[in-house]
C-alpha cells in the first residue's frame, strides 16, 4: 500500500546486528557474546541471536570448567610442594637423630625434633614412618587425597629419592586418586 508516495508497510529487517556480533564474540569472548545474543533476541531476526545464546551457553561452561580444571592444578600443585616440603624437614630431623644416636635410625616419628606441622599430610593424615629392612634407610609414608591407607593414590617416599623421582611419584598418586574416583 502506497500513501503519498511512501510505503507504509513495515518491513522485518533482514539483519540484526547485535545478533550477528554477539554470535562472533560467543565463540571467543563467551560471557559477553551470550549477553549480546540474550540482548539480540527482543528484535527479529532472532536466527543467529538464539544460535549466539546456545554457543554463548557451552563457550560459558567450557570457560567454567578450564577454571575449575586450572584451580585444581593449582591445588595439587601446592599440595606437591607441601608434601616436598615435609619429606625434607622429616628427612633433616632424621639426619640429627642418627649423628646423635651413633647413625641408629629413629624407630617412629615422635623421636624427632620436627614441626608438628611437618607430620601432617596436605589432606588432613598423620605421615608413617618405616625403616627399610637393609637397616640403611626410611620411608615416609602418606595415605594420599583420600586419606585411605592401601588405595591407590598412597604415597611412599624413600630416603635417597630425587627431587624429580619424588616429584613423579607424587604426581602419579594424584592421578591414581582421579582415577579411581573418576574411573581411568
Known amino acids: 500500500m502506497v500513501d503519498g508516495g511512501f510505503e507504509s508497510e513495515y518491513q522485518e529487517p533482514r539483519s540484526n546486528t547485535l545478533a550477528i556480533v554477539g554470535f562472533v564474540l560467543a565463540f571467543c ?79 617412629e616419628l615422635s623421636q624427632l625434633n620436627v614441626d608438628q606441622a611437618a607430620l601432617t599430610d596436605p589432606w588432613g593424615g598423620q605421615y608413617r614412618y618405616e625403616k627399610l629392612p637393609d637397616g640403611k634407610g626410611f620411608a615416609v609414608l602418606s595415605s594420599g587425597i583420600d586419606g585411605r591407607s592401601g588405595s591407590m593414590d598412597d ?22 586418586h582421579y582415577e579411581e574416583k573418576y574411573g581411568g
Open 29 to 107: 569472548l563467551s560471557p559477553i557474546g551470550l549477553l549480546l545474543s540474550l540482548i539480540a533476541l527482543a528484535k527479529p531476526p532472532r536466527g543467529l541471536a538464539v544460535a549466539g545464546v546456545i554457543v554463548g551457553l557451552l563457550g560459558c561452561v567450557a570457560w567454567a570448567m578450564l577454571g575449575w580444571l586450572v584451580v585444581q592444578v593449582g591445588r595439587h600443585g601446592f599440595e606437591v610442594a607441601e608434601v616436598m616440603e615435609d619429606y625434607r624437614s622429616i628427612e633433616a630431623a632424621v639426619a640429627a637423630h642418627r649423628a646423635a644416636n651413633n647413625d641408629a635410625y629413629p624407630d
Open 155 to 176: 604415597i611412599r617416599i624413600e630416603f635417597g629419592m630425587t627431587e624429580s623421582e619424588i616429584s613423579n611419584h607424587l604426581g602419579d598418586s594424584i592421578g591414581k
